[in-house]
């Protein structure tokens, strides 16, 4: 299940990055999506994923309020709108298709990752 993420860089403090994930294998509908972030020295952690059919929604506490998960059926990708970045939010960021979407994370302890896209706030 390869997927391919997009949209990252470097912004300032306040400002706003649109994620992009497209799979490049594989159907995402039948699959809960999410979005994953790894700082450098830390372990990686669930930020936000989404049920299969797009209802259901699940936020990291750090990131409620400012971020948007959406899923797009007719190009088979899945987004994170980020608002109001932080420094704190710098990290690369990974997608991927799990079996479920919980607070947990656990739906996707057997994903397949794929390359991840860096995102840097500046100060």
């Known amino acids: 299940l390869k997927v391919v993420e997009s949209g990252g860089g470097l912004v300032q403090a306040g400002g706003s990055v649109r994620l992009s994930c497209v799979a490049s294998d594989f159907d995402f509908r039948p699959y809960h999506a999410g979005w994953f972030r790894q700082a450098p020295g830390k372990a990686r952690e669930g930020v936000s994923c989404?049920?299969?059919?797009?209802?259901?929604?699940k936020y990291v506490n750090s990131v409620k309020g400012r971020f948007t998960i959406s899923k797009d059926d007719a190009n088979n990708a899945i987004y994170l709108e980020m608002n109001n970045l932080k420094p704190e939010d710098t990290a690369v960021y990974y997608c991927?298709?799990?079996?479920?979407?919980?607070?947990?994370?656990?739906?996707?302890?057997?994903?397949?990752w794929g390359r991840g896209t860096q995102v840097t706030v500046s100060s």
């Open positions: 989404v049920s299969r059919d797009g209802g259901l929604t």
């Open positions: 991927a298709a799990g079996s479920r979407c919980d607070r947990t994370y656990s739906g996707f302890d057997n994903a397949e």
